[in-house]
């Protein structure tokens, strides 16, 4: 029996664990090149488009920034479709606006163009796309912000692996560490030692004025915001190139997505819409001769130009943005909706659509009238602008509800650059300055604004000193008010010009 346990102790098995060893990734020197340029873009980027006004060296700087990204997903073996290119194409013509106008607010609005068409040609170049996705809203919010945040931290890991594989990199390490540790005491010592000599205080104070001057401290601060954008610009390339380790768009994700949120029933949808349609019916009637009155030039009784189109203008702009997102709530939260859509569902949608471009005609109409009168300005041409860009949103709404097959997503994309394109290559501020001068010389307009027209960056100086409505002089006493933030708004094509015929 002593020799049976014996044996049944011997065989008994004790397992172990195996604590497994964690293999450290490794990262190609691709990667280290792409860490430099994403940090040195990043701070150019802070420094001649974030802090300072934007001109041709701006334009030098997205090119560099273009190329550079399209360089590195080569070399990572990416294939650029033909869309690819036109996309690619694309940006590097925006780039050109910061080049040819003066004009700070189309360039700012050009930075974010192109940062998000930017982002997503990194996305599309990695997906292989051939063409603008059906489900484009999911796409953009990977490109923006799923896809380079999943990898925000990764830089510095590069960075880190890359100086601890050289002698020279664990060196710079101890180097900045001893610095820090450094640093408050030798603050202090000189603090006692300039108090206690006046030659030390002055050879010390002169070199804290140079090291802390205000351009030292202009490029400190841009040093700063430029450490996380670079994080996020290496955290997109790189997402986008190693694919493997994220989540992918698929259409059928983005369809249960929808079908998620799609909870309310067609008979709410109708319930609610149907008010709405007999209050525009009724609405129209009631006011068809105050409104319409502004397709045939004429004012009601009792107004001025400027009453009329002020009191209808923007409050129809505001009803045509409420019936845009509307009609979006009814295509998000319809139970039925898709390509399930029935066809009183789709009835709704083209009487909306209608309905808004009926007044959106209206509105143009008033706003005309107004132009004719009392000539353009910045907020005129805009708000115009955009809605003319609201107007072709509703037709396309409508031929969608005739074609399911149709993309909406592409169609949208082709018609907002073509009109973000005739916005910033126009020159709005030289239309308007020599739409002015030519009315009010033609006798259409009482007066001619100078103040405006001399508030207005190069591209209306310009224009205005072609037409003769402003002299040299003018425009050099203008000159001499350039802030200090617009150290480099001269570098641009209409300044350029401007200067030359000025001098």
């Given at each position: 029996?002593?020799n049976?346990?014996?044996?049944e102790?011997?065989?008994?098995?004790?397992?172990q664990?195996?604590?497994k060893?964690?293999?450290?990734?490794?990262?190609?020197?691709?990667?280290v090149?792409?860490?430099?340029f994403?940090?040195?873009?990043?701070?150019?980027?802070m420094?001649?488009?974030?802090?300072?006004?934007?001109?041709?060296?701006?334009?030098?700087?997205?090119?560099?920034?273009i190329?550079g990204a399209?360089?590195?997903?080569k070399?990572?073996?990416?294939?650029?479709?033909?869309f690819?290119?036109?996309?690619?194409a694309?940006?590097?013509?925006?780039?050109?606006?910061?080049?040819?106008t003066?004009?700070?607010?189309?360039?700012?609005?050009?930075?974010?163009f192109?940062?998000?068409?930017?982002?997503?040609?990194?996305?599309?170049?990695?997906?292989?796309?051939?063409?603008v996705?059906?489900y484009?809203?999911?796409?953009?919010?990977?490109?923006?912000?799923?896809?380079?945040?999943?990898?925000?931290?990764?830089?510095?890991?590069?960075?880190?692996?890359?100086l601890?594989k050289?002698?020279a990199?664990?060196?710079v390490?101890?180097?900045?560490?001893?610095?820090?540790?450094?640093v408050?005491?030798?603050?202090?010592v000189?603090?006692?030692?300039?108090?206690?000599?006046d030659?030390?205080?002055n050879?010390?104070?002169?070199?804290?004025?140079?090291?802390?001057?205000?351009?030292?401290?202009d490029?400190?601060?841009?040093?700063?915001?430029?450490?996380?954008?670079?994080?996020?610009?290496?955290?997109?390339l790189?997402?986008?190139?190693?694919?493997?380790?994220?989540?992918?768009l698929?259409?059928?994700?983005?369809?249960?997505?929808l079908g998620?949120?799609?909870f309310?029933s067609?008979?709410?949808?109708y319930?609610?819409?149907?008010p709405?349609?007999i209050?525009?019916?009724?609405?129209?009637?009631?006011?068809?001769?105050?409104?319409?009155?502004?397709?045939?030039?004429?004012?009601?009784?009792?107004f001025t130009?400027a009453d009329?189109?002020r009191?209808?203008?923007?409050?129809?702009?505001a009803?045509?943005?409420?019936?845009?997102?509307?009609l979006?709530?009814?295509?998000?939260?319809?139970?039925?909706?898709g390509r399930?859509?029935?066809?009183?569902?789709?009835?709704y949608?083209?009487?909306l659509?209608?309905?808004t471009?009926?007044?959106?005609?209206?509105?143009?109409?008033?706003m005309v009238?107004?132009?004719?009168?009392?000539?353009l300005?910045?907020?005129?041409?805009?708000?115009?602008?955009?809605?003319?860009?609201?107007?072709?949103v509703?037709?396309?709404?409508?031929?969608?509800?005739?074609?399911?097959?149709?993309?909406f997503?592409?169609?949208?994309?082709?018609?907002?650059?073509?009109?973000?394109?005739?916005?910033?290559?126009?020159?709005?501020?030289?239309?308007?300055?020599?739409?002015?001068?030519?009315?009010?010389?033609?006798?259409?307009l009482?007066?001619?604004d100078?103040?405006a027209i001399?508030?207005?960056?190069?591209?209306?100086?310009?224009?205005?000193?072609?037409e003769?409505?402003?002299?040299?002089?003018?425009?050099?006493e203008?000159?001499?008010?350039?802030s200090?933030?617009?150290?480099?708004?001269n570098?641009?094509?209409?300044s350029?010009?401007?200067?030359s015929?000025?001098?």
């Amino acid at each position: 029996m002593n020799n049976n346990v014996y044996d049944e102790v011997q065989t008994t098995y004790i397992p172990q664990t195996v604590e497994k060893v964690r293999e450290k990734p490794e990262y190609s020197k691709a990667e280290v090149v792409l860490s430099v340029f994403a940090f040195t873009a990043a701070f150019f980027i802070m420094r001649y488009v974030v802090f300072n006004a934007m001109g041709f060296l701006t334009t030098g700087l997205m090119f560099a920034v273009i190329t550079g990204a399209i360089v590195y997903m080569k070399k990572r073996g990416c294939s650029f479709t033909r869309f690819n290119r036109f996309h690619a194409a694309v940006l590097y013509i925006f780039s050109l606006v910061f080049s040819i106008t003066a004009n700070n607010f189309i360039k700012d609005l050009a930075v974010l163009f192109i940062l998000g068409a930017g982002a997503y040609l990194v996305y599309s170049v990695s997906a292989g796309n051939r063409e603008v996705e059906r489900y484009l809203p999911f796409a953009m919010c990977k490109a923006l912000f799923e896809y380079p945040l999943s990898h925000f931290g990764k830089q510095w890991v590069v960075t880190q692996d890359s100086l601890s594989k050289t002698r020279a990199g664990s060196n710079v390490k101890y180097i900045l560490t001893g610095l820090l540790i450094t640093v408050p005491v030798t603050a202090i010592v000189a603090a006692l030692l300039m108090s206690a000599d006046d030659g030390l205080m002055n050879i010390l104070g002169g070199i804290y004025e140079k090291v802390f001057s205000l351009e030292m401290c202009d490029i400190i601060e841009q040093l700063i915001f430029a450490v996380p954008f670079s994080m996020y610009l290496f955290g997109m390339l790189y997402s986008n190139t190693h694919r493997s380790q994220i989540k992918p768009l698929v259409e059928e994700n983005c369809v249960q997505k929808l079908g998620s949120i799609r909870f309310v029933s067609n008979l709410v949808m109708y319930t609610a819409v149907t008010p709405l349609c007999i209050l525009y019916v009724l609405f129209f009637i009631s006011q068809a001769n105050y409104f319409l009155s502004a397709f045939s030039g004429s004012l009601p009784d009792g107004f001025t130009y400027a009453d009329y189109a002020r009191q209808g203008f923007f409050e129809l702009c505001a009803v045509a943005v409420i019936n845009l997102a509307v009609l979006c709530g009814i295509s998000l939260l319809s139970k039925k909706a898709g390509r399930e859509k029935p066809a009183a569902l789709k009835v709704y949608s083209i009487v909306l659509s209608v309905f808004t471009l009926i007044l959106i005609a209206t509105a143009m109409s008033k706003m005309v009238m107004y132009i004719a009168n009392y000539g353009l300005t910045e907020l005129r041409v805009y708000t115009s602008w955009f809605m003319v860009l609201l107007a072709l949103v509703f037709v396309l709404i409508i031929i969608k509800q005739f074609r399911y097959d149709m993309k909406f997503a592409k169609y949208f994309s082709a018609v907002f650059t073509l009109m973000f394109a005739v916005l910033c290559f126009s020159r709005p501020e030289a239309v308007i300055a020599k739409y002015n001068i030519v009315m009010y010389n033609t006798g259409h307009l009482e007066e001619l604004d100078r103040d405006a027209i001399l508030g207005m960056s190069a591209d209306g100086l310009l224009a205005a000193y072609d037409e003769g409505a402003l002299t040299a002089e003018d425009i050099s006493e203008y000159s001499e008010e350039y802030s200090p933030f617009d150290r480099f708004g001269n570098y641009n094509l209409s300044s350029a010009v401007l200067s030359s015929k000025t001098k």
